[in-house]
């Protein structure tokens, strides 16, 4: 079994956001290997997520796009549990993501295929679980 340095904990706590001792029982899981601890991060991430799906989500962020010539406008909600969540910085970038994405959708595109769609890179459904 790996040692599991503080340092370590601390790295991938900031990398994850996730809470340390999480950190650490993902790390001690993964026997020290950081890319296989977020692995196991996320999947409880995903998890937890499914757990919470029946929570009441009271809080979240309205943002409205307009396309440049001013016929076109969309608005995304993206809902949470608390305002500290709300008001943070990756909560607010992943509001304005939806509501740039809706902005691009043709008309007759549904919602449904959003939490497939890459966005810089990575599902919208993977920055959702993080």
């Known amino acids: 079994m790996a040692v599991i340095s503080a340092s370590m904990v601390m790295e991938l706590r900031k990398m994850s956001g996730q809470g340390m001792m999480d950190c650490k029982k ?3 899981e993964a026997n020290g290997d950081k890319v ?8 409880k991430g995903l998890a937890t997520l499914t757990k919470r799906a029946e929570r009441q989500t009271s809080e ?3 943002v409205g796009k307009t ?3 001013g016929k076109v406008c969309a608005m995304a909600t993206l809902c949470c ?3 500290f969540v709300a008001k943070s910085d990756d909560f607010v970038a992943a509001a304005q993501a939806l509501a740039n994405y ?4 043709p008309a007759n595109e549904g919602v ?3 939490l497939e769609t890459s966005i810089d890179g990575k599902k919208f459904s ?3 679980t993080e």
């Open 112 to 114: 449904e295929n959003i």
């Open 36 to 43: 296989k601890a977020m692995e196991i991060l996320r999947k």
């Open 60 to 62: 979240g962020i309205i």
């Open 102 to 105: 809706a902005l691009a959708c």
């Open 81 to 83: 549990e608390t305002d």
């Open 126 to 128: 993977d920055i959702l």
């Open 26 to 28: 993902a790390l001690n």
């Open 67 to 69: 396309s440049e010539d």
